[in-house]
């Protein structure tokens, strides 16, 4: 009977709490279970290198949020760089990804502009 009662209790070898014994995990943060702690450690990194690699594509795409902004000269300065780029690839018989992305780019950044003066319009009268 008394050794039912202590399995159900374990001792934190950290801070020497007792916890139940279904718990993984005292409140001190002590992990019972070395697999249980790797597995923390295992979700932890996960965590990390998910944040490491969201952190790089924000970063990666930083100039185009910037190029969003430019209004409506600033778009159409975008789809005139872009098309350039693409009619000099095209004339090398070269294609890149790049100036569609970026024409489109400009095309939001003018439509953008657009219903941004709509609305300041629309607030001065
Ligand atoms: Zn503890």
């Known amino acids: 009977m ?4 202590k399995s159900e209790f374990i001792k934190c ?6 916890n139940y014994s279904s718990l993984v995990r005292c409140t001190c943060g002590y992990y019972f279970k070395e697999e249980s702690y790797k597995s ?3 979700n932890q990194d996960d965590i990390e290198d998910y944040n490491r690699k969201t952190d790089k594509m924000l970063k990666h795409f930083s100039m185009e949020r910037f190029l969003l902004k430019t209004g409506i000269i600033g ?3 975008i789809m005139l760089v872009s098309c350039t780029w693409f009619y000099l690839a095209y004339e090398s018989n070269r294609f890149y990804i790049y ?3 970026l024409f489109v780019i400009g095309l939001i950044a003018l439509m953008k502009g657009i219903i941004s003066r709509i609305k300041k319009k629309k607030t001065d009268l």
């Open 75 to 77: 778009g159409i300065l």
């Open 40 to 42: 923390y450690r295992k």
């Open 13 to 18: 070898p950290f801070c020497g709490k007792l």
């Open 2 to 5: 008394e050794n039912e009662e």
């Open 99 to 101: 100036p569609p992305i």
